[in-house]
């Protein structure tokens, strides 16, 4: 008994411990996509497709099914739904948007020159 | 960012445990196979007793990491075995070890309310003079009446010792006025005597040696003389509790034991049963007004009188998943499968109390048709588990035990004469367990803790495979988060587990 590390007696404690043990994060690393891929795949990005992004969302349906059987009811499907949607929107804009930067003509020479942005999008 | 990140984690987990722990008291069910049709069941729905619980939790992880491995097939039987190992191991290992945990902590209750810590603390001046105590204050179990030398008997007694303090108890009750020399150790023996006409002992300890009797000592030599817990009369209670085995009322005409229990005995031991359940309702540090844990509701009740009435009918029931299982176990059936526990040697006492376990499971099955028959088992094993902190707690409460804190009375309350002039301390199980409210609440909810750690040590493995199984089934990049995590986590938690484990297993 005394080696754990809390008080097993106390139902709070061992509540705490079990949802500890039990939540894992498996959402999608968001990091920033790394420099090198950016320079070298940027001008190829396709651009953001609502139309596809739906596609692989309602392709993993399935997935948030299963949370059904999950030991904790903690959300069940449609918030397992909802981590999906938002995992491929957030997949989308990191791999397939494209940012095209344009510039507007000087009006004073040598002076700073706006860059616009625009953002691609595919249909 | 980190410091958002930490803070989203936590509310994270706030709200996961809340979910679970609000569930938990409102008797929702948190698993959708679980299934509940006992009444009995319906008055613990507020409780923090989580035995429950944790058997569940071992069945839909059992369950879930064995289909999560393909291995669909197996989930239907994978229960049992898993419980079943779980109550032999502690049954053939760990009981003397649960039982020494729970004497430590009495020690420690002794030390801290009688200051044995003082140096050359002599016992109390009734106790060396001779202190009276009525025989329903010690034999609150009411097993003064059985005859140790009968298979049932022995159950109450402990097991086979016709020198134990109990034995010894009855024989003095048997021939009042005879005086019967119980050694404790270093040179202390404790005179005990009997009058039929105040239906009292009388205690008298001298030191054999010379001079007057260390209290410590005495304390000490109580406490180690106690009769070891055996796996046999944890089955045999077990039985009692849920079948009424010994408390039926045996036809005298037909059956030579005729030490039957009364309803009077029936009814002050499941008063006892109910009190040490409530206290496993709340946690220690839970404040509870006093009366709550002997203040019974008019549910409480009516379960209870039904239950009075069943076992002293000789029948019972517990509910598994298939529903409420209805069967009765006879005497002999169960002390012919205690006699298979006697004969067996320390080697094979694992595999035979297994056997018997299992023998009594089909027993407990017999109404069942064969497709339930495995489910009936597997609740039969479950409530075995449920009842372990009730179950122990009882057998804790030897005579021996109860003279030790009667004595411990004594020196707190600093009113001895009071025992002795006051028709000698408390008339019922119920009133000894008000008087020492404090200390039985710890101790049952030691045998929890116990019986608990044991659960969790299997939920944690079966977590830990369930994650595994599921890091094999996504993209390896996304794997090679989860074994971080897992390696950093998760293993290191297990392996604490693994390591209680083994030092359990050392001790034993």
């Known amino acids: 008994m005394g080696l754990l590390d809390f008080d097993i007696k106390n139902s709070d404690a061992l509540l705490n411990v079990l949802v500890a043990l039990m939540s894992v994060n498996i959402n999608t690393n968001t990091n920033k996509v790394p420099m090198p891929i950016i320079l070298r795949n940027g001008p190829s990005k396709p651009g953001l497709s609502a139309k596809e992004i739906a596609t692989d969302i309602i392709s993993r349906q399935t997935e948030a099914l299963e949370q059904q059987d999950n030991i904790l009811e903690a959300g069940g499907i449609s918030e397992a739904m909802e981590i999906i949607r938002v995992e491929e929107i957030i997949k989308a804009i990191q791999t397939k948007m494209r940012v095209d930067v344009g510039t507007l003509p000087s009006v004073n020479a040598g002076g700073p020159i706006p860059p616009i942005q625009g953002y691609g999008q595919a249909y | ?508």
């Open chain 2, 1 to 508: 960012m980190a410091d958002n990140q930490q803070k989203k984690e936590t509310v994270v987990q706030e709200v996961a445990k809340k979910k679970l722990f609000t569930r938990i008291i409102a008797g929702e069910n948190i698993f959708k196979k679980k299934k509940k049709t006992s009444s009995e069941d319906s008055v613990k729905d507020k409780s923090k007793n989580l035995i429950d619980f944790m058997l569940t939790m071992v069945e839909v992880l059992k369950g879930k990491s064995d289909s999560a491995k393909g291995k669909i097939g197996d989930v239907k039987d994978s229960l049992p075995p898993i419980v079943l190992t779980l109550l032999v191991n502690i049954l053939a290992r760990l009981l003397p070890v649960m039982q020494q945990t729970v004497l430590d902590l009495l020690m420690k209750y002794l030390k801290d309310n009688c200051a044995l810590d003082t140096v050359n603390l002599s016992i109390p001046t009734q106790l060396a003079s001779g202190l009276q105590i009525s025989s329903r204050s010690l034999d609150i179990f009411r097993v003064l009446k059985e005859d140790y030398n009968s298979k049932s008997g022995q159950v109450f007694f402990g097991g086979n010792n016709t020198n134990s303090f109990t034995a010894l108890l009855r024989n003095a009750a048997l021939n009042p006025g005879t005086p019967y020399n119980y050694p404790i150790g270093n040179n202390i023996v404790t005179t005990i005597l009997y009058t039929a006409t105040t239906d009292k002992f009388k205690f008298t300890t001298t030191n054999s040696g010379g001079g007057d009797v260390n209290l410590k000592d005495f304390f000490k030599g109580m406490l180690q003389k106690v009769m070891p817990f055996t796996p046999s009369v944890f089955i045999a209670l077990a039985c009692d509790k849920i079948y009424g085995t010994l408390s039926k009322k045996i036809d005298t005409t037909l059956d030579s034991l005729t030490q039957a229990r009364t309803a009077d005995d029936i009814a002050n031991d499941e008063y006892i049963n109910t009190i040490i359940e409530n206290y496993l309702e709340y946690d220690l540090d839970d404040i509870v007004e006093t009366d709550t844990f002997y203040t019974f509701t008019d549910e409480q009740k009516g379960i209870i009188e039904s239950k009075i009435n069943s076992r002293f009918d000789g029948e019972g029931s517990f509910v598994a998943s298939c529903g409420e299982v209805e069967a009765s176990i006879q005497v002999d059936q169960l002390t012919n499968q205690l006699d298979l526990l006697s004969g067996a040697t320390k080697s094979s006492e694992s595999k035979v109390i297994g056997q018997v376990l299992n023998n009594l499971g089909d027993l407990a099955t017999t109404n069942l048709n064969n497709d339930d028959k495995d489910t009936g088992k597997k609740g039969f094993f479950s409530q075995l588990i449920k009842l372990f902190p009730v179950i122990t707690t009882k057998m804790f409460l030897s005579t021996d035990i109860v003279f030790t804190m009667e004595v411990a009375k004594v020196i707190k309350n600093q009113a001895s004469s009071q025992v002795s002039a006051s028709g000698a301390g408390v008339k019922s199980g119920k009133e000894f367990f008000q008087k020492n409210s404090q200390i039985m609440r710890e101790i049952s909810k030691e045998f929890y803790g116990l019986i608990m750690t044991e659960l969790f040590i299997i939920v944690k493995d079966e977590i830990k495979k369930l994650i595994v199984a599921q890091v094999k089934a996504i993209i390896a990049e996304k794997a090679k988060n989860y074994l971080r995590i897992i390696l950093s986590g998760v293993e290191a938690k297990l392996n604490k587990a693994i390591a209680l484990k083994k030092a359990i297993e050392k001790t034993t």
